[in-house]
């Protein structure tokens, strides 16, 4: 499971996350506090809110043609989600 904090003057909530999955996903469902979607090379992925962090659990599979298209769809939502682009997530995770 990963965790990503949230921007601090970042404004999402329970029902934005359902809704913005539903966008980038297609699908979603509820399952106690988590929000379950897949597509592509995810089978699974789970997520909830966490204080003012975001819990991100995955699965994948072996569909190698939609690898690329998977991983630009999680970018997207986890920027979209959490504020932070991939440049500066990485940046995050290397001050660590």
Not at 31 to 49: A, Q, T
Not at 68 to 85: K, L
């Amino acid at each position: 499971m990963r965790e990503y904090p949230i921007k601090k003057n970042h404004r999402i909530d329970d029902e934005m996350l359902h809704s913005l999955m539903k966008e980038i996903f297609g699908n979603v469902s509820r399952e106690g506090d988590f929000h379950v979607s897949s597509y592509g090379s995810l089978d699974v992925i789970r997520v909830k809110f966490s204080g003012k962090n975001l819990l991100v659990e995955t699965s994948s599979n072996n569909k190698k043609e939609l690898y690329q298209e998977t991983i630009s769809r999680y970018n997207n939502f986890i920027e979209r989600a959490t504020g932070y682009s991939a440049k500066e997530r990485k940046k995050l995770l290397t001050k660590i």
